[in-house]
């Protein structure tokens, strides 16, 4: 029968088709990630002597598939990897110090997280913070030394782990095709609250204006070593009203946020944003999108019901005064409807807030993210 091969021939046919199909998915921009704890995915469980660390439980309670601690500040995802997951991914670039010689090597290598809890626009911050917040207690045995061993990556590091990579790659496929790989990568940047938080409680005696501006000039020089390496698509985001932290509402008698935390907030914001506007008149290409992260989280504090949120000020899980006496650990309180609480620990949002927050980042308007919201971001 002529007919025979009829079948099997459509069939192989739209078999090819199948797979061209898939082949031609879109591409799915390549995803760099810096910055402190809000963006860490278990960068410090590769320090021994990091006490900025999430990686017992607790934590990762409600990780998807596992329910178990990551070395994520939270009981799931955090933002960095749901604005992973709005750009087409199952979640953050994994951490570079978890990196095998072989990653780079790997069809669909298509990003890193460098972010590092402690860590902050300054060399200096992660120091004097960690011993003025008492970061974790209870999780390094008492007495033990790690004096030169590191306690989290500086955004300095970070910065040159991410150069070291882009040797890797020129290595791998040469200088043009790296150069184009690093100009379609998106840079996301999630930094500025250890900074503020080490200047208010070590009572500098600095002032402020003095103060945020050197962080101005830290996160310029920072942005331009980026550029000059190639990276041409910021991703930016600001500082929350870290004085509603209920680590920091603990310090004021009414329970309510510190304010001038808040206002340290605020101020930093608008200098980003002059920074941000003046940079990428003077750098050819560079393209940016700017959260306010400030705005969308006051938003939600000071009307939390439509967001389904009822608990705004305490910690879900930790203990004393607001959840927020001590950090996070084993045997701390812990709440039950975590989707309906901003924060996770004395410091950290929840998944749920993390979901809002990459939400308004990827979609929102202007209020929350200008000049152009990050999905316009990956497009530009
Ligand atoms: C990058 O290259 C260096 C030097 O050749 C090598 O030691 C390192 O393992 C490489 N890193 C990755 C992630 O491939
Ligand atoms: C404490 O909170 C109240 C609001 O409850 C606020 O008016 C006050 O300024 C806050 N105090 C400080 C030191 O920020
Ligand atoms: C709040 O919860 C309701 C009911 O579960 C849901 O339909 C709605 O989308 C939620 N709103 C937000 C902002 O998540
Ligand atoms: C932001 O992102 C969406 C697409 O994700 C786009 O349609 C929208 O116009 C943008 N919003 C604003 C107000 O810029």
């Known amino acids: ?31 760099f990630i810096f910055g402190d704890s809000t963006a860490d995915v278990g960068t410090n469980n590769f320090l021994p002597a990091s006490k900025a660390r999430a990686d017992f439980p607790p934590n990762g309670i409600d990780f998807p598939g ?6 994520r ?13 709005y750009f087409g991914y199952k979640r953050s670039p994994s951490p570079f110090l978890s990196l095998k010689t072989t990653s780079l090597q790997k ?39 790690f004096k030169n061993q590191k306690k ?19 290595a791998l496929m040469g200088s043009v095709a790296t150069e184009k790989f690093l100009k379609d990568s998106l840079i996301f940047i999630s930094t500025g609250s250890n900074d503020l938080f080490g200047y ?13 501006s050197s962080l101005e000039v830290a996160y310029e020089n920072h942005l331009k070593t980026l550029y000059n390496l190639g990276a041409r698509k910021f991703g930016i985001i600001s500082i929350a009203p870290i004085g509603c932290c209920p680590s920091q509402r603990i310090f004021n008698a009414t329970g309510g946020c510190l304010e001038e935390l808040n206002d340290n907030a605020i101020a930093f914001h608008s200098r980003l944003d002059a920074l941000l ?53 084993r045997g701390a309180n812990l709440c039950l409807n975590r989707d309906q609480y901003l924060f996770w620990d ?27 919201n990050f999905s316009q971001l990956a497009k530009a």
């Not at 596992?66 to 070395?71: E, L």
């Not at 500040?73 to 997951?85: I, K, M, P, V």
């Not at 308004?360 to 308007?365: D, K, N, P, T």
């Open 1 to 31: 029968m002529e007919n025979k091969w009829v079948l099997p021939l459509a069939l192989s046919l739209f078999i090819t088709v199948l797979s061209l199909a898939a082949a031609a998915k879109p591409v799915l921009p390549p995803v």
């Open 66 to 71: 596992t329910s178990k601690p990551t070395g």
């Open 73 to 85: 500040f939270s009981n799931g995802l955090n933002s960095a990897d749901f604005l992973a997951r």
């Open 107 to 145: 069809k669909k290598f298509n990003g890193i997280n460098f972010a590092s809890g402690g860590s902050g626009l300054l060399d200096t911050t992660g120091q004097t913070m960690l011993t003025l917040m008492k970061f974790g207690t209870g999780n390094i045995p008492f007495g033990a030394s």
């Open 152 to 170: 989290f990556i500086s955004l300095t590091e970070q910065i040159q782990q991410f150069s070291s990579v882009k040797n890797n790659l020129t």
């Open 200 to 212: 208010y409680h070590s009572k500098s005696s600095i002032p402020k204006e003095k103060f945020l």
């Open 277 to 329: 506007c003046k940079l990428s008149s003077e750098y050819k290409g560079m393209k940016y999108s700017l959260g306010n992260s400030y705005e969308m989280t006051i938003n939600v504090i000071q009307n939390p019901l439509p967001f389904n949120f009822t608990q705004v000020a305490a910690a879900c899980c930790g203990t004393g005064k607001l959840n927020a006496e001590n950090f996070c650990k």
């Open 346 to 372: 004395r410091f950290h949002p929840t998944q749920a807030a993390s979901k809002l927050a990459a939400i308004a980042l990827y979609s929102g308007g202007p209020q929350f993210v200008s000049p152009i």
